[in-house]
């Protein structure tokens, strides 16, 4: 079930800042290679984060779930001069696609690539972050979320991703898939969290952000 109608999405698209020449690319070898290639993040979402960036301009970027890097090189974007982007995948067979497209797009020493289990990288972390992406697998959501709330500064930002589950989360629970189900729970976990506020974005596969209160 597509959230967003096709004619709006081309509609908002056409009136959103147009993707840089690495990004489509990127967009162009996913499609044609990478299993799966629903899961790039793709034009708005991906100027979406980068806008986030911009305004936050954070010192240390944390996300959970590479990919091909699309996202990381739209987060990565508006880091300060200084900043880093740490990005983990357990998936190592795309990692040599996402560092060319790193250094395509001349963030090479702005994004560090973590292989391995996000639990396992995340708790060898001593930085604070200022924002967090998470795009991993959706069973992990709620232990992500407690993992790196410790780690996020007050006033920082979580972005969660696909927190409607292609409209999945519409439907009664008997009829939900388990990444539905989890989902749903890790909106109710966050919601009756009184340590954040958080809005959902009806933004491709529904969008969580998530501000840690000062």
Known sequence: MDIIPANVEAFAEKYSTPESEVLKQLN?????????PHMLS???QGQFLSLVSHMLRPERILELGTYTGYSAICLAQGLT?????HTIDIN???????????EKAGLSDKIKMHIGKAADVIAQFDDVFDLV???ADKAGYEKYYDLVWEKLRPGGIILADNVMFHGETLLEPAQQSNNAKAMVKFCEK??????????????????????KKS
């Open 81 to 85: 001069p200084t900043g880093i982007l």
């Open 133 to 135: 992406f998470i795009d």
């Open 42 to 44: 793709g034009h708005l």
């Open 190 to 211: 966050v919601a009756a969290d009184g340590r954040s506020e958080q809005l959902l974005l009806t933004l491709r596969d529904g969008l969580l952000m998530i501000r």
């Open 28 to 36: 162009r070898e996913t499609n044609l290679k990478v299993e799966q």
């Open 92 to 102: 190592e067979e795309r990692e040599d696609m996402c560092l060319r497209y790193f």
